[in-house]
């Protein structure tokens, strides 16, 4: 599935790296945590955090992440959405809770 197919599915909104948008996706990571993020999730996962500074993008750039999707709909800096531009990496947006959206995805991601 790809990024793109996603978007409509959830009611995600697109808040910058719009070029990344036929990435694949493989699986979803869910943390906080950036140590916890750059130890444990994988190439062409989705993350979903409710971090919204640069340091977000250096990780999903390092780990070759598919998409970032912020939680509660909480905007991103300015630095990092201009991150996410360079680097190809969508930042999508939703108005629903860390949970809903992990739900959501995982539903989605395992055709349920």
């Known amino acids: 599935m790809k990024v793109s197919e996603i978007i409509d599915q959830l009611g995600l909104k697109v ?6 948008l036929d990435r694949e996706i493989s699986g979803a990571y869910v943390s906080d945590l950036l140590s916890d993020v750059m130890g444990n999730a ?3 996962q989705v993350w979903i955090t409710l971090q919204v500074h640069q340091n977000v993008m250096a990780i999903a750039s390092l780990k070759d992440m598919a998409a970032v999707i912020l939680v509660k709909d909480l905007k991103a800096n300015e630095n990092t959405i201009h991150h996410s531009n360079e680097e ?3 930042i999508l ?3 629903l809770s860390t949970f809903e959206i992990a739900g959501k995805l995982y539903a989605l991601l395992n055709g349920q």
């Open 42 to 44: 994988h190439e062409g």
């Open 93 to 95: 947006s939703s108005s």
């Open 88 to 90: 190809q990496i969508p």
């Open 15 to 20: 808040v910058s790296g719009g070029k990344g």
